[in-house]
């Protein structure tokens, strides 16, 4: 069974900066469909943050672009999420997803909160 393990989550003042991790285990990522980031916000959906998919170099929500890289290390099996100039509307919990053969994958997601 595919897991996902996230971390790197935490209390961040606003214009900061937090890198996320995403492990991947029982997989390689390299063997992906697609592979990426996802927040939900109290009281919001769910929504698609940062992603890798074969052949791209990342896609990114409108509300992150230039702010937020994702990249994917193959030697560790993981994928990150580096964010900076993190502003309060970036709080949400955090989850990695990860698609393989069809099926999709899901972390339990960590907790990024930018206050002040």
């Known amino acids: 069974q595919v897991q996902l393990v996230e971390s790197g989550g935490g209390l961040v003042q606003p214009g900061g900066s937090l890198r996320l991790s995403c492990a991947v285990l029982?997989?390689?990522?390299?063997?992906?469909?697609?592979i990426g980031w996802y927040r939900q916000a109290p009281g919001k959906q769910r929504e698609l943050v940062a992603a890798l998919t074969y052949g791209s170099s990342g896609n990114y929500a409108d509300s992150v672009k230039g702010r937020f890289t994702i990249s994917g290390d193959s030697a560790n099996n993981t994928v990150y999420l580096q964010m900076n100039s993190l502003k309060p509307e970036d709080t949400a919990v955090y989850y990695c997803?990860?698609?393989?053969?069809?099926?999709?994958?899901w972390g339990k997601g960590t907790q990024v909160i930018v206050s002040s």
């Open positions: 997803n990860a698609r393989f053969r069809g099926i999709n994958y």
């Open positions: 029982r997989r390689s990522i390299a063997s992906s469909a697609a």
